[in-house]
């Protein structure tokens, strides 16, 4: 799977003292009536507990800029000091400031899928940040971006 090139998301649950954040690429559209979204998370994640008692969340694309991110809310963050991020009250969620765009939700059912929970989510709100959005792309193990010419 590591040959199919994903965007880089931060799930958010919650907000403000309850939020809980983590690092997901396995995130797809699943229906446009009702509009709905799937991510997967580790069943042994804390985020699953989470969800089941703030079952509001936010799915904020990052943009290339932002590639520190990732590392940092999937809990492997190397450096001395954290990077830089902020998150807004957006309904009953949190949005990235500054990130490409965000989606936020309620969630609609929760499934099993192996050692994952498939997490469905109803699209609430959308949000679409400042051009250029330059997206952060994951693709073979390393963090890439689009090409100037495809931007």
């Given at each position: 799977?590591?040959?199919f090139?994903?965007?880089?998301?931060?799930i958010?649950a919650g907000?403000?003292?309850?939020?809980?954040?983590m690092?997901?690429?396995?995130i797809?559209?699943?229906?446009l009536d009702p509009?709905?979204l799937?991510?997967c998370v580790?069943?042994e994640?804390?985020?699953?507990a989470?969800?089941?008692e703030?079952p509001?969340?936010?799915v904020n694309i990052?943009?290339?800029s932002?590639?520190d991110l990732s590392?940092?809310?999937?809990?492997?963050?190397?450096?001395?000091?954290?990077p830089?991020?902020?998150?807004?009250?957006?309904?009953?969620?949190?949005?990235?400031?500054?990130?490409?765009?965000?989606?936020?939700?309620?969630v609609?059912?929760?499934a099993?899928?192996?050692?994952h929970a498939i997490?469905i989510?109803?699209v609430?709100?959308?949000?679409?940040?400042?051009e250029p959005?330059d997206?952060?792309?994951?693709?073979a193990?390393?963090y890439?971006?689009?090409a100037?010419e495809?931007?």
């Open positions: 799977m590591g040959m090139a994903t965007g880089v998301t931060i958010a907000k403000e003292q309850y939020l809980h954040v690092t997901a690429n396995a797809t559209s699943l229906s509009m709905l799937l991510f580790g069943k994640a804390r985020m699953v989470h969800l089941r703030y509001q969340f936010t990052l943009r290339a932002q590639s590392p940092y809310f999937a809990g492997m963050w190397k450096g001395e000091e954290p830089h991020f902020e998150f807004a009250v957006w309904g009953d969620a949190a949005r990235l400031k500054e990130c490409a765009a965000s989606i936020r939700c309620e609609h059912e929760m099993e899928g192996g050692d997490v989510g109803q609430t709100g959308l949000w679409e940040g400042d959005a997206p952060l792309i994951f693709y193990g390393k890439r971006q689009l100037e495809q931007r």
